[in-house]
Nanobody, 127 residues
């Protein structure tokens, strides 16, 4: 399984931007679909964004579409989440997750369908 390490979290005022990065180990990064989830205190882990192994297809949670952009650089084995127009309700720990594309059908929004997770990076948005 691929090992994942997130970075880029921090504190930002409402309306600001942050760019998260998730670096993966291994040489088969393009065989993994990648996703970002987030979890606020006392809440369940929530899907944010997904990107196919090739980078040619993306999907977003409704509340984040138009504000967040997921991308990947397979040569660097890294996936990114550009977050703009941040709101206080975006405050959470953000996790990246990986799913092998050889595993058949799955739900991109279901955390249990992902095989590898990073340790998370905290994002705090103040009003």
């Amino acid at each position: 399984q691929v090992q994942l390490v997130e970075s880029g979290g921090g504190w930002v005022q409402a309306g600001g931007s942050l760019r998260l990065a998730c670096a993966a180990s291994g040489q088969t990064f393009n065989t993994y679909a990648m996703a970002w989830f987030r979890q606020a205190p006392g809440k369940e882990r929530e899907f944010a964004a997904w990107i196919a192994g090739s980078g040619g297809s993306t999907s977003y949670a409704k509340s984040m579409k138009g504000r967040f952009t997921i991308s990947r650089d397979n040569a660097k084995a890294t996936v990114y989440l550009q977050m703009d127009s941040l709101k206080p309700e975006d405050t959470a720990t953000y996790y990246c997750a990986a799913r092998s594309t050889s595993g058949g059908g799955y739900s991109i929004t279901r955390p249990s369908d992902y095989q590898s997770w990073g340790q998370g990076t905290q994002v705090t948005v103040s009003s």
